[in-house]
């Protein structure tokens, strides 16, 4: 299983783009990228996922650097909504279980 | 579509009793994993579950826990003689599984508390 470090906390003006890193840097080749987030205590909401390519949905883009060692989830626009703590997780290649580290703690700020 | 559903989502139970959890999948969702989260810590796997089978359960405690899914009705989470320490909340998540390309899907949890 891939292990992954983000940053324990980071704040973002409400607005503005908040872009979250991520290392994975003994991610495997067939190792997806997966990206949660948990609000105050409710379930992990999934956000957004990748192997290789940059990815975009209604939530969010993903961004892979080309050596897969690191990436990079952004909040286009963040609201006060989006705070919550985020985690980047590398998927089990066996049985695709999540392995949930610390994440970072966003707080979007007025 | 529903997602997953988790009921209860409060529990309480006195020391020594026994809690019974349960997690309705999606529809369509073959694949069940269930999670702890302690007071202010993050969130552990626990057990992975096909249906009638359990493939993973290198996160569950030796004694006292147990997981099923049967083949039809919920995937049961089960706490024998229930301890201080077992007060958490319980996640399930579900997947097709269908590969690794297949997010889990997770439910708003079981707030356990022994008292």
């Known amino acids: 299983d891939a292990k992954t470090t983000q940053p324990p906390s980071m704040d973002c003006a409400e607005g503005r783009a908040a872009n979250l890193p991520c290392n994975h840097s003994t991610i495997s080749g067939n190792e997806y990228v997966y990206w949660y987030r948990q609000i105050h205590s409710q379930g992990p909401q999934y956000i957004i996922h990748?192997?290789?390519n940059n990815e975009t949905n209604e939530m969010a883009s993903l961004i892979i650097t080309e050596d897969r060692k690191s990436s990079t989830l952004i909040l286009p626009h963040a609201t006060l909504r989006d705070t919550a703590v985020y985690y980047c997780i590398g998927i089990s290649s066996n049985t695709g279980k999540l392995i949930f580290g610390q994440g970072t703690t966003l707080q979007v700020k007025p | 579509n529903a997602g997953v559903m988790q009921n209860p989502r409060h529990l309480v139970r006195r020391r020594g009793q026994e809690a019974r959890l349960r997690c309705s999948p999606m529809?369509?969702?073959?694949?069940v994993y269930w999670y702890r989260q302690l007071p202010e810590e993050g969130l552990k796997f626990m057990v992975y579950?096909?249906?009638?089978?359990?493939?993973?359960e290198s996160g569950m405690p030796k004694e006292r826990f147990s997981a099923e899914f049967p083949k039809e009705g919920p995937s049961i989470l089960r706490i024998q003689q229930v301890v201080r320490g077992d007060s958490a909340a319980y996640f399930c998540a579900s997947s097709p599984r269908d590969s690794l390309n297949s997010p889990l899907h997770f439910g708003n949890g079981t707030r356990l508390t022994v008292t």
């Open positions: 990748g192997l290789k």
């Open positions: 529809k369509g969702h073959s694949h």
């Open positions: 579950l096909q249906k009638e089978n359990i493939i993973d």
